[in-house]
């Protein structure tokens, strides 16, 4: 599936919500559970860019424009670094049921921001919380995206299609089992029970990787700086890049490069068929 010599593709994204998963997402606006996101850009972020430094290991960040414009020091570090930024809404709003235009203004001027703030213009997209709108693609193909990663159709890439036809948009599809959040937030209101065991945690990212690797197919994880930056959460992370790390083959790369690798290969394959 992979260019030569790559038997498994490794894909880490942070989607750097900070207070905007608490204040759009949750709706709740006050002092305790914002600072819960202020974690994320307070701490959590430095432990991720420290851990990714440490392991040469480029990733991906998904980051609200809300966030650029708040935490603005930490989303110019995340592209100092050379990891990528990927283009994840306004201010962590849902684009369901957003009428067109209005999602298209959001986009114009968050991608405005991030490219402003980062020096880079997304071409990757994250809908909010996993949730593509059904205007999403087309803006997604108008402002000439490379990939979506919000569906779950599969395990390795596919195209995004769009009016029923396979799109020139590759999709690098995520999963909640996949995700840090299921497992680790807790909160009363809205109940969230979280709180599991990071060993736990990493015997099933263990294993779902030992799947991607026996397939020679994509492990992509979807974690967020406040939730995995937690001292015991981030060791844990730190165990299984360690434990890839020992295999041969891996190829570490940021979502653009998987996307632009497996397009190219489908596109060549193609070629060749015809
Ligand atoms: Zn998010």
Known sequence: MWSEGKRVAVTLSFD?????????TFR????????????????????????LDKYGVPATFFIPAWTAEHHTEECKEVARRGHEIAYHSHHHESVVGMRMEIERELMVHSLEVLEKVTGQRPVGNRSVPFDLGRNTPYLLREFGFVYDSS????????????????????ELPVAWELDDAPFFIFNFF????????????????????????????????????????????IAMLERLIQYIAQHEGVW??????????????QQQAAQAAS
């Open 16 to 24: 750097f919500d900070a207070e905007a998963l608490w204040f759009e």
């Open 28 to 51: 709740m606006n006050t002092p305790t559970p914002l600072s819960r996101g202020e974690y994320g850009a307070r701490v959590g972020i430095h432990r991720v860019l420290s851990l």
């Open 151 to 170: 569906l779950m159709g599969a395990d390795d890439p596919y195209w995004l299609p769009i009016d029923g036809k396979d799109s020139e948009i590759v």
């Open 190 to 233: 809205p109940y969230m029970p979280g709180l599991w065991s990071p060993d736990h945690v990493f015997e099933i990212w263990r294993q779902e990787f030992d799947g991607a690797y026996r397939e020679g197919g994509l492990f992509l994880l979807t974690m967020h700086p406040e939730i995995i930056g937690h001292r015991a959460r």
């Open 252 to 265: 570490w790369a940021r979502h653009i490069d998987v996307a632009l690798d497996w397009k190219r290969r």
